[in-house]
């Protein structure tokens, strides 16, 4: 009975699989035919050659211009992006020197610092050990 089941289950993939395979090829067909037929309007359309061959320049025309729009406006965009991260750059560089200055200069300071408290405790051991001995 298993067996049975997953055998029919296979069967219904197929099905699925041959059916989804065949609405491509219809949708590719269809696509392509009226990419055909909106080529045969034109070129078979009741005008002059003169007329068809500047309506196929206009229409090419317009398209290389709005690929052009296109890259001009990805350009930009790209521009935009690049100056934006590079200001950004710039001000992570300028916050990371000014953390090394402060870093400098509490090191600075602290060298002093810990001097300082090296000298008051050589004085106070040597001052205890004078106590000491007498």
Do not use: W, Y
């Not at 699925?16 to 392509?32: M, P, S, W």
């Not at 034109?42 to 290389?64: F, H, Y």
């Amino acid at each position: 009975m298993f067996i049975k089941d997953l055998m029919d289950m296979t069967g219904k993939e197929k099905k699925k699989q041959q059916r989804i395979h065949n609405a491509k090829t219809l949708a590719a067909g269809v696509g392509i035919a009226a990419a055909a037929g909106a080529a045969a309007g034109i070129l078979l359309a009741p005008k002059s050659g003169k007329e068809t061959r500047a309506d196929i320049m206009n229409k090419a025309e317009d398209c290389v211009d709005t690929t052009k729009d296109m890259v001009h406006k990805k350009v930009e965009t790209v521009k935009d992006s690049a100056s934006h991260a590079a200001h950004e750059i710039s001000d992570v560089i300028k916050d990371a020197q000014g953390k090394k200055a402060a870093v400098n200069k509490d090191i600075r300071n602290g060298r002093h610092e810990v001097a300082r408290d090296v000298h008051m405790t050589s004085e106070k051991v040597s001052e205890d050990l004078k106590n000491s001995d007498k």
